[in-house]
């Protein structure tokens, strides 16, 4: 009698021990779900444009952002794939990350949102043409912009965005300082994916202030050498036809 109440008593114990490990289990599962590792496809109009507003999030040791309460890890926009998001300084969560695709400029602006400015902080991402092509498309033209407040005629900021592969070669570094604009093309590099690494720096200890900035990007063909230019068509056209007047005169 004993041996079957302590027997019962045991299984009692098991299941209830299974219950509690599974509650446990689910729990621990539950804020995971909330990570949607797939990216978040932006919906391009009938000419092709699109836009997505969305916020600096960390969820679960990981950097992303939140589009409409949903947490991603990836934005795709058109032909790109913006992923492996990092930040630092004060450029942090809650923090503006807007998406845009234009007339074949893709543009990422960032706003902080969180105080009077960013007096120091960095922002980093991968950027992947994601479409199919033959000849592939690579990355062409980079644009960098910022908006700075500072006092009036003193103001000292520095930002700079530096492109690399994914094995750290670097493309391109363009500076912005105190609002102004700098651009560059990467196309002779045929590059994508890319990693693009903003810093910002303010030169007078917080006095001066950046309130966005604005990169953009412009895509095109792997050059295609095997395609010649329309000087070198004409050319091969002219000699050709030479060719074809020497041998009409050699046959007859």
């Known amino acids: 009698m004993n041996n079957s109440v302590i027997m019962t008593t045991n299984k009692l114990t098991k299941i209830l021990s299974c219950v509690a490990t599974l509650g446990i289990a689910t729990a621990m599962a539950t804020p995971a779900q909330a990570i949607n590792l797939n990216p978040s496809p932006v919906t ?3 000419n092709g444009n699109g836009f997505v507003n969305s916020k600096i999030a960390f969820e679960n040791g990981t950097f992303g952002v939140q589009i409409e309460g949903s947490f991603y890890d990836s ?4 032909d790109q794939l913006f992923s492996d998001f990092s930040f630092g300084g004060d450029v942090g969560v809650g923090d503006t990350l807007r998406f845009i695709l234009n007339q074949d400029v893709w543009t990422v602006n960032f706003r902080e949102e969180n105080s009077l400015g960013v007096a120091n902080g960095t922002l980093e991402y ?3 043409i994601v479409a199919v092509s033959t000849p592939p498309l690579v990355f062409d033209t980079i644009r960098f ?3 700075i407040s ?3 005629g003193s103001t000292n900021y520095l930002a700079t965005k530096q492109v690399f592969t994914l094995d750290n070669k670097q493309l391109i570094n363009l500076k912005s300082t105190n609002g102004s604009d700098d651009f560059g093309s990467i196309l002779s590099f045929n590059a994508s994916p890319i990693k693009v690494v903003d810093t910002f720096t303010s030169g007078d200890n917080g006095k001066s202030l950046l309130q966005s900035s604005t990169n953009s990007f412009t895509q095109d063909l792997d050059p295609p050498s095997s395609i010649p230019e329309p000087g070198t068509i004409l ?3 002219t000699v050709g036809g030479l060719g074809l007047v020497s041998r009409f005169k050699k046959q007859k």
């Open 44 to 46: 391009l109009g009938t």
């Open 75 to 78: 934005v795709e926009l058109g």
């Open 126 to 128: 991968t950027v992947k």
């Open 145 to 147: 912009d910022t908006d």
């Open 150 to 152: 500072g006092p009036g």
């Open 235 to 237: 050319g091969l056209l």
